[in-house]
């Protein structure tokens, strides 16, 4: 089951960015939610300005790097649940509210005794077909045709009011399924900017003597437990010395080609780990506040206005290059 396990293995050191809630945790999972401020729900918010695990040997300046390079792209991962506590508390309030203003749609109950009485009256007295029978029993059709009447408008309007309410929870679960849908999208995107700068690292770790590999639930248990449950975390292990020379000797150096007539190939350029952006101070931001930037690949960040900005002026901002780069 998807929330009895970690996703990381015995022989690896994770750091999370996001911890999903397991059996064995559940206590101070109920802590964190009823005493954080910020709230949590299932998972902590992503993030990943943890200090560097015990037990991983790797320096400083190594894990800084990887921090400060996967901490913005973390905390761009948005949280599904509160979407569904939402729209759970909505559909709660606003179906408590219909039901108090809801009519009374109480049918009305027909009874043909009055019939009965005046036909074994008008029987047994005269023992002769009453004059007034036909009368009586033309008056007795218009009474029950008024009650059907009366009855079936009841109905039909009890009708609308069960539709009208079934049309307002399915509108509110299918608008929740699509916003759900477009935030596992955007953390799916996220996901794919983290992996690729863990394969950019990797090397500096190797060279350290560690492997780094980052894993979601998604990709362990499936897009429902990872949708529902997630659970986020890079996961160092430490390299022996057949694993070293396995992964030197994948990358051992390959001499160019010699033969001068084969036109060279064009090098690739590296491309910078970071890249900078404008933003302009809004009106009445001073500095020390957070203003919320939107980066050319479509995910948001917070930045502080530095000291000695003014509204209207500019300043530039170093962004990780996977937030740099615009999505085609």
């Not at 799916?188 to 700068?197: H, L, P, S």
């Amino acid at each position: 089951m998807g929330i009895c396990h970690s996703i990381s293995i015995d022989e690896e050191i994770p750091a999370y960015i996001q911890k999903g809630v397991r059996f064995d945790n559940m206590g101070s999972f109920f802590y964190l939610f009823f005493s954080s401020p910020s709230g949590t729900l299932m998972t902590d918010s992503a993030k990943f300005d943890d200090p560097k695990p015990q037990g991983l040997q790797v320096s400083d300046d190594t894990w800084a790097s990887l921090r400060l390079r996967v901490d913005p792209l973390a905390r761009a991962i948005i949280e599904p649940h509160r979407l569904y506590v939402g729209a759970s508390l909505l559909c709660l309030l606003i179906g408590l509210a219909l039901a108090a203003v809801r009519p009374d749609f109480k049918m009305q109950e027909y009874s043909d005794d009055d019939a009965n009485v005046n036909y074994n009256h008008g029987y047994y007295a005269d023992d002769a077909v009453d004059e007034n029978l036909d009368d009586f029993w033309k008056n007795h059709d218009v009474d029950y045709n008024e009650w059907e009447y009366r009855n079936k408008a009841v109905a039909r309007e009890k009708m609308f009011w069960n539709l009208g309410f079934a049309a307002f929870f399915l509108s509110v679960i299918v608008t929740t399924a699509i916003v759900g849908s477009m935030m596992e999208s955007r953390n799916r995107r996220v996901d794919a900017f983290i992996k690729e700068v863990c394969g950019e690292i990797c090397g500096r770790f190797e060279q350290e003597g560690w492997a780094i590999e980052y894993k979601t639930r998604n990709d362990t248990d499936g897009w429902f437990w990872g949708h529902f449950v997630p659970e986020r975390a890079i996961c160092f292990h430490e390299l022996d010395e057949d694993d070293l020379r396995d992964r030197r000797s994948s990358a051992a150096y390959v001499p160019p080609d010699a033969d001068p007539e084969k036109p060279k190939k064009a090098k690739k350029r590296k491309e910078a780990a970071f890249g900078s952006i404008n933003v302009m101070v809004p009106d009445g931001y001073t500095a020390g506040q957070v203003v919320n930037v939107m980066t050319p690949s479509g995910l948001p960040i917070m930045v502080a206005v530095p000291n000695g900005i003014l509204p209207g002026q500019s300043f530039a901002v170093q962004i990780p290059a996977q937030m740099y780069r615009p999505q085609k």
